[in-house]
């Protein structure tokens, strides 16, 4: 059985609510059990019967240390899960593709390292109602308890679909009719000018080096954000959001 522990309250929360089943138990710092953020999460805690455990500073400290959890914000919580997290392969795309409830819309991560931002892109992928999110197996952030927190409960009700070689995943999509969008700073059209309420895939570089060579040659279009200030780029989870946002946009109005 894979376990693994996941931090926080809105994470742990959601994961009760989601998938209460795979909580084993939650610990909490003892002398931290009456903190008011606590009221619902421990009233959703007794309705699923999940065993809440009080600890001491130095066992919850062994908990952090075994897991690599020292530096994160937990919120004196942790909870001890059984991994809910399906990582799709790019053999499964066909499937996942015709297994859309209506026009296919995707998000392709090419290369998010860092796992805040990964777990944002998730969590606003959720929310927009993306069908399921791609992102290469190597030079990304790994799913790990900081995208759980970070994307409060969404990596574990959203598709995530590891693969080997983005470009051919961008290829297999093409196949299937999905037409590719790529965010890029230097391109000449805007994202507000392109068709976006058909079968569509948006793609967003990594931090700082936007999108590679052979993801970018295998994009049917390449868009920019408007920047009316003096910052040249914008984070790439807020990028992705004004994105994805534009695509519910054009589909609902």
């Known amino acids: 059985m894979n376990m693994s522990i996941i931090y926080g309250v809105h994470a742990i929360q959601s994961r009760l609510k989601l998938y209460a089943d795979s909580v084993k138990v939650i610990y909490c710092l003892k002398g931290k059990e009456t903190s008011p953020r606590l009221g619902e999460l421990r009233a959703l805690m007794a309705k699923k019967g999940v065993e809440f455990s009080l600890v001491n500073k130095e066992k919850f400290q062994q908990l952090l240390q075994e897991n690599e959890l020292e530096s994160v914000v937990h919120q004196n919580l942790l909870a001890l899960c059984q991994s809910e997290i ?27 390292q860092d796992p805040h ?6 969590r606003s992928a959720e929310a ?7 992102f290469p197996k190597d030079n990304s952030a790994t799913i790990n308890a900081t995208v759980e927190k970070v994307a409060s409960g969404a990596a574990s009700s959203v598709k995530l679909v590891a693969v080997t070689n ?3 995943a961008i290829g297999v999509l093409k196949d299937k009719g999905i037409w590719v969008t790529g965010l890029a700073g230097e391109a000449e059209i805007l ?20 999108l590679r060579f052979g993801t970018r040659k295998m994009c049917d279009y ?11 780029s914008l984070n790439v989870s807020v990028a992705a959001g004004i994105a994805m946002y534009e695509v519910v946009r054009q589909r609902f109005t």
């Open 86 to 112: 399906n990582l799709y392969q790019e053999s499964d795309l066909p499937h996942l593709i015709h297994e859309c409830a209506a026009l296919p819309f995707i998000l392709i991560l090419d290369g998010v």
């Open 117 to 122: 931002n990964l777990g944002a892109c998730i």
């Open 128 to 134: 927009a109602g993306v069908d399921f999110v791609v």
């Open 166 to 168: 983005l470009a051919r």
């Open 191 to 210: 994202l507000y000018d392109i068709e976006l309420s058909g079968a569509v895939a948006l793609v967003v570089g990594a931090e700082g080096s936007g």
């Open 222 to 232: 390449l868009a920019k954000l408007p920047m009316n200030g003096l910052v040249s």
